[in-house]
């Protein structure tokens, strides 16, 4: 009788766990983003100057209240506004793990230096 009980309870579980999934992915149609997600939708490499690449990317996001998109270890993300907003661009963590930020001086962008010396400029729009 016992093992019954527990049969049932775990087959309703399953079907209450299928239901929650067939409901999100109907709420989420095809094409919309996850709240607080991003993705990237265009990218644009010029190489033609010597020593030098230009990297342009164009991100979609879904961002939540209160966030804007930004770019946290090199990718694309949801960051608070305020960040934007003070153009304090390193509090976003936009560089990866092992490179340093530093502001620009007018506040445009931000640099990342790698440990090898060589550094990525980033000016936001």
Known sequence: MQLLRVAWALAG?????FVILLIHSRLLKEGQLAAGTCEIVMLDRDSSQPR???ARQTARCACKKGQI????????????????????????????????????????GWTCTQP???VKTTTAL
Do not use: F, Y
């Not at 579980?13 to 766990?17: E, K, L, P």
């Not at 993300?77 to 661009?89: E, F, G, L």
């Not at 976003?92 to 001086?105: A, T, Y």
């Open 116 to 118: 090898g010396g060589r």
């Open 52 to 54: 030098r690449t230009i």
């Open 13 to 17: 579980a399953a079907i209450c766990c």
């Open 69 to 108: 998109a930004g770019t946290t270890r090199a990718m694309p993300a949801c960051v608070d506004a305020s960040i934007v907003r003070t153009k304090q661009w390193c509090e976003m963590v936009p560089c990866l793990e092992d490179e340093g930020c530093d502001l620009l001086i007018n506040k445009s």
